[in-house]
């Protein structure tokens, strides 16, 4: 989770910057060309300057819901945000290693999924044992949790 608020106060900082010092450059530049109705680049630097301070809205909100998120509170014993979790894939007897974690650090090459996507879902507040189901685009998947270490344990 660390990793994520820095990720995305970089990406505050740099949009900031962008949007304090380069576009007001860009837009001052484009202003000395006179006719502004006409002024692609005064355009196009105005629109940037929209789709910054919009996606700087988000980021921040983003960071205030993260910092919110209350650790005491995720179970130490289920799966939740943070765990590692081992299911038997009961169909293809096959071992399988997730990572939940939240939508902005998913990566499903890596095992990494949210816990917002489907097998995300099935598994929070499961244990050691449990069988979930998972509607996947290729059917109805079962999977038994044989390993479970959440983020209480890997600190």
Excluded: F, W
């Excluded at 970089?10 to 304090?20: C, G, H, P, T, V």
């Excluded at 997730?98 to 090459?109: Q, R």
């Amino acid at each position: 989770m660390q990793d994520l608020l820095k990720k995305l106060k970089d990406e505050i900082a740099a949009l900031e910057y962008e949007l304090r010092t380069e576009l007001p450059r860009e837009i001052r530049r484009a202003r000395a060309h006179g006719d502004l109705s006409e002024n692609a680049e005064y355009h196009a630097a105005k629109e940037r300057q929209r789709l910054v301070e919009a996606r700087l809205a988000q980021l921040n909100k983003r960071l205030r819901d993260l910092s919110m998120v209350d650790l005491s509170r995720i179970p130490a014993d289920r799966v939740g945000l943070g765990s590692r979790v081992v299911v038997l894939d009961m169909d293809r007897d096959e071992e399988i290693t997730y990572e939940l974690v939240t939508s902005e650090e998913a990566d499903v090459a890596n095992g990494k999924i949210s816990t917002t996507s489907p097998i995300g879902r099935a598994l929070l507040g499961k244990e050691v044992g449990d069988v979930v189901k998972v509607r996947s685009p290729g059917g109805l998947r079962e999977m038994e949790i044989i390993e479970l270490t959440t983020i209480h344990e890997r600190g």
